[in-house]
């Protein structure tokens, strides 16, 4: 059973290979756990969550494209995931579980289809232990 003291932990885990930031957080953008490598560069959880949830709800609510390449379909035309460039490297981030999704930061090295498969396997994770947790309830 996942508690909430191990959100940050098993993010943590998922900070390595040029992945610098992991965060989970609700649909609304309010940040439930986050992991940053020390002496990354400078990033504001709280903010990146909050943007990068809109813009998952923005293309959610407008649907996708079929041919934008940033967004992956999921079974059922449901949007399945997003790879973003920044300024300084990628974004990665996709659903956790029914309400959740998680986001990875990583470095201007990493390629976003490897960036794009560790976000679904951490979401993938994350969204089972949440649903037990549901049922738990």
């Known amino acids: 059973m996942l508690r909430a003291r191990q959100i940050p932990v098993l993010l943590g885990q998922m900070n390595k290979d040029g992945v610098y930031a992991t965060m989970l957080l609700s649909m609304n953008g309010a940040?439930?756990?986050?992991?940053?490598?020390?002496?990354?560069?400078?990033?504001?959880?709280?903010?990146?969550?909050?943007?990068?949830?809109?813009?998952?709800?923005?293309?959610?609510?407008?649907?996708?494209?079929?041919?934008?390449?940033?967004?992956?379909?999921?079974?059922?035309?449901?949007?399945?995931?997003?790879?973003?460039?920044?300024?300084?490297?990628?974004?990665?981030?996709?659903?956790?579980?029914?309400?959740?999704?998680?986001?990875?930061?990583?470095?201007?090295?990493?390629a976003p289809a490897s960036l794009r498969q560790r976000a679904r396997m951490v979401g993938k994770q994350i969204g089972d232990q949440l649903e037990q947790l549901e049922l738990a309830m």
């Open 31 to 110: 940040l439930l756990g986050s992991s940053v490598l020390e002496g990354s560069p400078p990033i504001s959880t709280k903010v990146v969550s909050a943007i990068l949830s809109n813009i998952w709800c923005g293309y959610s609510q407008a649907g996708v494209d079929q041919d934008a390449p940033q967004a992956v379909l999921a079974s059922g035309g449901r949007l399945g995931g997003l790879v973003f460039e920044l300024e300084q490297g990628w974004a990665a981030m996709g659903p956790a579980g029914e309400g959740y999704l998680v986001c990875l930061v990583a470095q201007e090295g990493v």
